[in-house]
């Protein structure tokens, strides 16, 4: 293990390794990636892969949107196939208050240059011909959303970052950051110690947690989210298709399988990942009645991961006020995989020349909480 | 019934023994089984069991699972479920599908009998994914649960117990049994088994095996072949049988999904068959309010598994109800250690020391290791050379008079390791390749060990290779770390292997390729595939399965999990018991999005 670094990033997820990978092809050596379990193992691993502009808020819009440019350039820039697929997102209106909400972001999302458009519920209908659309009054669509596997994503940003020449730890906790006059000094591994003057937390459900290990107070909390698979069918769904009324999302792999998930608002913030049996019980109960060929489709798999929560659920990336060069992308509140690329860009931006550039991270300072907190809407 | 003081998952020979006991104390108990009937592998048994009368020698196996359920009907106390799998373990609940109802029924007992038994484990040849090639267990079951003949032509892979008895049955169904063939140079099973076969004209085929399956659509024949002294096969050997059907009887795994989801301790332990749950004297496994029995708990036979399940009811009666028959609890331990006592079980034994049980045994064969404690941390040779043979080139040979044979030539060598200097000369020069070389590491994990090699090629540095018993068996990978060439071609070869394995590792052999067989049949992955994964750095199990989607399939890797770690254990030469054996993910059957909604009883949600 190396003794020094110039970074030390601490959490080996999508987040962590694309600001590996975005410092090291901008130059920057002795980059350090640590990771306590292994590659993926986190929320990374765990969420759904899908990869969405159609957000109630434009900076997370005009984040998500550079990193779709990313995620289209992916194959070529990084020599992986990660089974990106832009099928679009369609997001279900059931009542007034959401077709509104839908009609006013989608005016939004079109100043800020995004392909989007109100379907009616006719259109839904042809389109997608196995939805229920009995008690959808219309819908929200952007072809260009999409989703992809997440596992071979993070897998090659790593890659890629080592390859670079970054070093790549897993396994490996980091159990303490020494700070000497607001200075950072060295990050403390349970296999040895590493000189640095600069950390990044990108520390997902933990990010609390790593905040602490240098005296910085990070405002979030993780949520327990759970998710299921069923057995590989043959293909039907191009577009990831999501309610916040109805509570769910769901895609399809591109092996076939359905994956689903929902939010529980009655989960209190906790580390437990242990999946639950009321979660399938409930996705059982609800998502046949809208998708009928769900009934004899078979569950193979189903988990559960964190959402680490931001106040007004949208990520904080920003550098401490107190402790100099400690930076942090977490708080992503369910959605670090499809901002991931964007926020490893504008990073090591900032790490190596001081400003974030051309990535706009300019309202996801940590400092945005103490007033009153505008809340991203488009959440599940 | 939702909320019984016991559910008892599985109702074999160790369930129905839990049941049992639990119930004639008054609890309200019920059993939940994937099976059509009752009795788990006796209502497959056509054969008379081993044992004491006690535990129903001399009864065939299904008439032990009738007398065992007769036993249980006649309590009001309990309930008990048929093709009805457990999907999960749940901090919320125990949900139960009903097969033919495609239903689900929610429990949240006070204490839990996991009794779920074994599968098999499966073996890699070429065409290994026909229609044709089933496990020993779902041939008993087509045969002998359902009257159905798995074929015409059977060609039976493995010589243990299971493989004798099935080839057994096979005839009595009137199917033609070509040939079991075995890789070791010894039959695995009881010789009365093997009598049994042998009276028919089945050949056992010793150091043979099967290297590939023949046809398009299903099996229309084999290839075996007869392998060498490190079970390699020797392709000038190769032959074809024509048989329909190729049956696979190489050993089982327990089925710890269940207990690992309940949060109970894992462990590897070869000797009982894979990974067992960590658990006491009294069945209480690590996850609270869980206990097991039989084969789940490590691989043995029915009537071990009956008390055991015994053992386990009367502990579940102990917890809830303050006291128990503490005699019969006594006695029931007494006679598993008798039952454990004899040869054959010499492989339990070690298992079960292994997970820290203080296991007495019959017979011990203890080598002449010069005092190890001693010497501890110094490469020094190991001398196996028990028998008095007129024999002295390691004395001759040793160039500090570390080793005497003295006046008279017959005598065998004494070692004097303060003057030994580690050289390992002695080891190239004895003629009966009885010396090895050992020193054990500073990691205090593992130990190096020297061995004579007269074979081509000669491993290199580096070289994955498996490391073999005293009777050829297999006990675990590892790597060469230093390889002598000596001009007398008896050359020097050194192999890290765990700590506990120093006084048993005495050969090698190459490692194997099975390149295009399959190791996950679900998601179709190949050795090859597995290898190239490892090769890029995919060295967790996690991210392997992660990156190739390795037991993501409906059988939930039950199949290929293991085998995929041999593969990683392999390529980066840490044991089985150092990787992480990865998540257990429910549901462990898969079931229909309805069969979930629609829930038996459900009291809320």
Redesign the interface.
């Known amino acids: 293990m190396t003794e020094k670094a110039s970074v030390v990033v601490i959490g080996g997820g999508i987040v962590g390794t694309a600001i590996a990978y975005y410092l090291t092809i901008k130059g920057q050596r002795d980059v350090v990636v640590l990771e306590k379990n292994y590659l993926s193992s986190g929320s990374t691993g765990r969420c759904a892969g899908g990869i969405r502009q159609q957000w109630s808020e434009p900076s997370n819009v005009r984040l998500a949107m550079r990193s779709v440019r990313h995620f289209e350039s992916f194959k070529k820039e990084l020599g992986a196939d990660i089974e990106y697929v832009q099928g679009g997102y369609l997001l279900l209106a059931f009542d007034e208050e959401e077709e509104t909400l839908f009609r006013n972001n989608v005016e939004m999302q079109k100043k800020e240059g995004l392909e989007v458009s109100i379907l009616s519920v006719d259109e839904v209908k042809k389109r997608f011909p196995y939805i229920v659309v009995d008690d959808v009054k219309s819908a929200s669509f952007c072809p260009t959303d999409g989703h992809a596997n997440p596992h071979l994503a993070n897998f090659a940003y790593a890659r890629a970052a080592k390859k670079n020449g970054a070093w790549i730890y897993t396994h490996t906790r980091a159990l303490g950051i020494d700070v000497e006059n607001g200075q950072i000094t060295g990050v403390e591994t349970d296999r040895g110690y590493i000189k640095t003057g600069v950390v990044v937390n990108a520390a997902g459900g933990f990010s609390r947690q790593v905040g602490l290990l240098a005296g910085v107070d990070i405002p979030t909390e993780s949520y327990r989210h759970q998710i299921m698979v069923t057995e590989p069918l043959e293909h039907i769904l191009d577009p990831m298709i999501i309610s916040f009324s109805r509570n769910f999302y769901m895609r399809q792999t591109v092996s076939g399988n359905i994956m689903m998930g929902q939010g529980d608002e009655d989960e209190k913030p906790s580390f437990n990942h242990d999946p639950s049996w009321r979660f399938l019980t409930q996705m059982s109960k609800k998502m046949p009645g809208l998708f009928p060929f769900l009934e004899k489709v078979r569950v193979l798999r189903h988990w559960a991961g964190l959402y680490n929560m931001s106040p007004d659920a949208q990520p904080i990336i920003d550098k401490a006020e107190d402790v100099s060069d400690y930076y942090c992308a977490v708080g992503f509140s369910g959605h670090g995989f499809m901002l991931a690329p964007a926020v490893g860009e504008g990073l090591a931006d900032w790490i190596i020349d001081g400003s974030p550039k051309e990535v706009d991270l300019s309202n996801l300072g940590l400092d945005r909480f103490t007033g009153e907190v505008k809340r991203e809407k488009n959440v599940v | 019934m939702h909320s019984p003081d016991l559910l008892v998952i599985g109702a074999g020979p160790a369930g129905l023994s839990a049941a049992v006991e639990a119930a004639s104390a008054g609890l309200d108990t019920v059993v939940v089984d994937e099976g059509v009937t009752a009795g788990g592998q006796l209502v497959k048994q056509t054969h008379k069991f081993f044992g004491n009368e006690g535990f129903f020698a001399s009864v065939r196996g299904f008439e032990i699972a009738r007398s065992l359920l007769e036993e249980l009907v006649d309590f009001e106390n309990v309930e008990i479920f048929q093709e009805s799998s457990v ?2 373990v ?4 125990i ?1 139960v599908l009903h097969l033919p109802s495609d239903t689900t029924r ?1 429990f949240r007992p006070k204490r839990v009998v996991v009794a779920t038994g074994a599968s098999e484990k499966f073996l890699q040849f070429e065409n290994n994914d026909l229609p044709g090639v089933y496990g020993a267990g779902a041939v008993q079951t087509l045969m002998n649960q359902f009257g159905i003949m798995p074929g015409k032509n059977v060609l039976m892979i493995g010589s243990g117990n299971i493989g004798l008895i099935v080839s057994y049955q096979l005839v009595q169904a009137g199917v033609n049994v070509k040939a079991i063939v075995e890789i070791a140079d010894r039959i695995g099973g009881y010789e009365v088994h093997a009598d049994k076969v042998k009276r028919l004209g089945i050949p056992v085929l010793l150091k043979h095996t099967v290297t590939r399956a023949l046809g398009v659509e299903s099996v229309e024949g084999a290839e075996i072949c007869e392998v060498d002294e490190k079970f390699s096969p020797i392709p000038s050997t190769a032959r074809e049988l024509v048989v329909d059907t190729v049956c696979i009887a190489v050993g089982l795994n327990p089925s710890v999904e269940l207990i690992a989801q309940a949060g109970g301790q894992i462990r590897y332990v070869a000797e009982l068959g894979g990974y067992v749950p960590v658990r006491d004297e009294d069945m209480r496994a690590t996850a609270e309010g869980f206990f097991v029995a039989g084969d789940v708990s490590g691989i043995e036979e029915a009537t071990t598994a009956m008390i055991e399940g015994r053992i386990a009811g009367l502990s579940v009666v102990r917890d809830l109800k303050g006291s128990t028959d503490e005699n019969k609890v006594s006695r029931l331990k007494k006679e598993l250690v008798g039952f454990r006592n004899g040869p054959i079980s010499a492989r339990v034994r070690e298992g079960l020391q292994k997970l820290g049980f203080d296991v007495s045994s019959g017979e011990s064969r203890t080598g002449n290791l010069n005092n190890p404690q001693k010497y501890r941390g110094k490469l020094r040779p190991i001398i196996e050379c028990f028998e008095a043979i007129p024999c002295n080139p390691c004395e001759t040979s040793c160039p500090t008079g570390a080793i005497v044979v003295g006046g008279n030539i017959n005598d065998v060598p004494v070692i004097d390791y303060d003057k030994c200097n580690g050289c390992g000369i002695c080891m190239t020069k004895c003629p009966g390749l009885a010396i090895f070389m050992l020193q054990e590491l500073p990691d205090e994990d593992s130990a190096l060990i020297g061995i004579p090699y007269e074979f081509i090629p000669l491993p290199s540095k580096g070289d994955q290779v498996h490391l073999l018993g005293r009777q050829g068996e297999m006990l675990a990978e590892g790597t060469v770390q230093r390889v002598f060439r000596s001009p007398h071609k008896t050359n020097s070869v050194y192999v890290k292997t765990p700590l506990e394995l120093a006084d048993k590792v005495r050969s090698i052999r190459p490692v194997l390729q099975e390149d295009n067989a399959f190791v996950c049949r679900c998601e179709e992955l190949t050795v090859s595939d597995i290898e190239a994964a490892i090769d ?3 060295t ?1 199990f ?2 392997l399965r ?2 190739l ?1 390795i037991s ?3 059988c ?1 890797g039950r199949t290929c999990r293991l085998n995929a770690l041999r593969i990683l254990s392999r390529k980066t030469g840490k044991s089985i018991e150092e990787l ?1 054996f990865g ?1 257990l ?3 462990s059957i ?8 629609r ?1 038996k009883g ?1 009291e809320d ?1």
Do not use: F, H
């Not at chain 2, 749940?90 to 609940?93: K, P, T, V």
């Open positions: 999907i999960g749940y901090e919320d609940g949900p929610l890029e750095g995919y967790d996690e991210e992660r990156k989607r993501m399939g409906p939930g992480s998540v993910r429910p549901p898969p079931s229909t999005l309805g069969s979930i909604a829930q459900a949600d």
